[in-house]
């Protein structure tokens, strides 16, 4: 893996004492765990440092490349084929699923779909897309604990099984349907949350990497529009039960790549490489005896214990700073070009998850979160009754509805590079802000009574979410870091998808309290985004700038111990060879 210099001592010494550390750099000792100080030319300590630094250096370029396309190819085939529901629940109808719960005089009259059977399909998806969103909590956990190629292993299990069951649903008389559906949405986020670890692959690239990866999640919902092509094409020979057993070759499939092409353990960062490298370097390290109750360590062990500990920063910092020169120089700029540019790189890096959950980076992009993809959500549910109410026809209301389910997977591809550009080069706080005003814009469109703003309201809204979720997804690797990341980020959408229960009650206040008008719940939605938008924006360029100046604090500091050696002998010297003492 290509190793770039990112991080100031500062950064490093907080990743490597935890949380406890202080924001500014401090020389400390403890009298009751001084180290034997080991001279620079140690063999086995410099040779301790070299294998765990190139321990991270031992995948090629290209096999990073590979498992990077390896990992948007399977997250386009099923990282989010769920919310292809619209495309596909046409299919499922005139199959047939959930038709037996059809009163004998809505089938005698033709009624398709009946009244049960359109709130059964709806709850079949209501419980997939809140299950998938929840369950990123405990996958996050796993990830952390056990990697992502554990990770990988159990969604491909997961899809396996709920592509088997949703092909055997016509077979038998119980439901396999909603069950099978869950699973599927279930093994989706399994291999997607897993593979965002991968932007650390190339990190000056890594807003295009996590862009690739969730326009690949939201052209996956294009899959179940390919499915009824098919099926319509062949006029219902091609049934589902014939789709989804096709469809099992992508979780084996998947489930080879994580055997034998994904990696093991997530890439870390460089602030988490020099951490761990230290760590290991401080294990191997034998402890001076412990003086007696009431007694301190000497001055001078101690000095030599920090100038022990300083030549372990050094060579490491000067190891990485020589892996990622010796491979690109170039590339090692950009990286550090584009993280120094982020301004919040490194902010909770080093801190424990319950720390980073309760500070208020976390508190406010939960917020905002919470509140996005509940107005994503509601939209993509309530799209037809919408329009049909602004534009006053069911006609255009539909053909709006059909513009919409080609857009939404189109605008995941289109929205890649333009994404990635944004996040790789303009500061964090600026990419929030842009989210907000085009969250505002869509807001507006969707209130307006007009085919031209149904349109562009649509067009915007396809490209805004993957943005949105690229978004949120890097916010929370360059402020978090990936050592907590699975955590932390699951955390984040799982408590959103929790809130998203809200949609059935927005949906009944829409019909019951205002008439099937969806503007006073447009608004409601918009103000609420436009506060906690304007809140996280603000906080985060606040931060930038503190981070920024501590950032130069810490090396000015860095630069005057260096210094200090020199200047403490010609301060102690006197002309003529005299010394003075006290």
């Given amino acids: 893996m290509s190793l770039t210099r990112v991080s100031s001592v500062d950064q490093f010494e907080r990743a490597r004492r935890g949380s406890q550390a202080s924001t500014h750099r401090r020389m400390s000792f403890s009298p009751m765990t001084t180290r034997v100080p080991l001279k620079k030319d140690d063999d086995s300590r410099r040779q301790s440092i070299v294998d765990i630094v190139h321990g991270y250096d031992d995948n090629t370029t290209t096999k990073r490349v590979v498992q990077v396309i390896t990992a948007i190819i399977y997250c386009l085939f099923a990282a989010g084929i769920v919310f292809g529901y619209a495309a596909i629940k046409p299919v499922l109808i005139d199959e047939g699923v959930f038709g037996q719960l059809c009163t004998p005089k809505e089938i005698e009259e033709g009624t398709s779909p009946c009244y049960q059977q359109e ?7 209501t419980i997939a897309a809140v299950s998938t969103n929840v369950a990123a909590l405990p996958i996050g956990t796993i990830l952390d604990r056990y990697g992502p190629r554990v990770c990988g292993i159990i969604g491909s299990v997961l899809l396996f099984a709920g592509a088997c069951l949703f092909s055997a649903g016509s077979q038998v008389a119980a439901d396999l349907y909603t069950p099978g559906y869950l699973l599927l949405a279930l093994g989706g986020p399994f291999v997607f949350i897993s593979s965002f670890q991968l932007s650390n692959t190339f990190p000056q690239r890594s807003g295009l990497i996590l862009a690739l990866l969730t326009g690949a999640f939201d052209a996956s919902s294009a ?14 020979r091609l049934t589902t039960q014939k789709i989804f057993l096709a469809y099992l070759a992508v979780p084996i499939l998947i489930l080879l790549a994580q055997i034998l092409i994904m990696p093991k353990e997530s890439y870390k960062s460089v602030g988490e490489v020099i951490a761990q490298a230290e760590a290991e370097i401080e294990e191997n390290t034998p402890r001076r005896s412990t003086p007696p109750s009431g007694l301190l360590a000497d001055d001078g062990e101690e000095g030599e214990d920090e100038a022990a500990r300083q030549v372990n920063i050094s060579e490491i910092t000067a190891l990485l700073d020589k892996a990622a020169a010796t491979e690109k120089p170039e590339l090692a700029a950009r990286a550090q070009e584009v993280q120094s540019r982020s301004g919040v ?7 424990s998850a319950l720390e980073q959950i309760r500070s208020p980076w976390f508190v406010l992009i939960t917020a905002f979160t919470v509140v996005q993809m509940t107005r994503i959500n509601y939209f993509v549910a309530t799209i037809r009754p919408q329009e049909q ?3 006053g026809s069911e006609e255009k209301a539909k053909q709006i509805n059909e513009f919409f389910d080609i857009a939404l997977p189109l605008g995941g591809i289109i929205s890649i590079p333009l994404v990635g550009t944004l996040l790789d080069n303009t500061s964090t706080a600026f990419a929030l802000g842009f989210l907000v005003v085009t969250a505002t814009a869509i807001g507006i469109l969707g209130c307006l009574p007009y085919t031209w703003a149904a349109v562009a309201n649509v067009c915007l809204f396809v490209v805004y979410r993957p943005f949105y979720y690229t978004t949120v997804s890097d916010y929370a690797a360059k402020v978090f870091g990936f050592v907590t990341f699975g955590k932390v980020y699951g955390l984040i959408i799982c408590l959103a998808g929790l ?4 949609q059935s009650p927005l949906d009944a206040a829409t019909h019951v309290i205002f008439g099937g008008n969806p503007i006073p719940v447009n608004v409601i939605l918009l103000s609420a985004a436009v506060i906690v938008g304007t809140s996280l924006v603000a906080y985060t360029a606040m931060r930038a700038r503190t981070l920024e100046r501590e950032k130069l604090e810490d090396e000015a500091e860095l630069a ?3 210094l200090m050696p020199n200047a403490e002998s010609a301060a102690g010297a006197r002309p003529n060879g005299t010394n003075y003492g006290t």
């Fill in 119 to 125: 709130i059964r399909l709806n709850l079949m998806f």
């Fill in 223 to 236: 899959l179940f529009l390919v499915f009824r092509l098919l099926y319509q094409a062949t006029e219902g």
């Fill in 345 to 351: 790189w490194g902010a909770m890096h080093g801190y």
């Fill in 389 to 391: 109410y602004l534009l």
């Fill in 499 to 502: 809130f998203n229960l809200l």
């Fill in 560 to 562: 005057r111990e260096q």
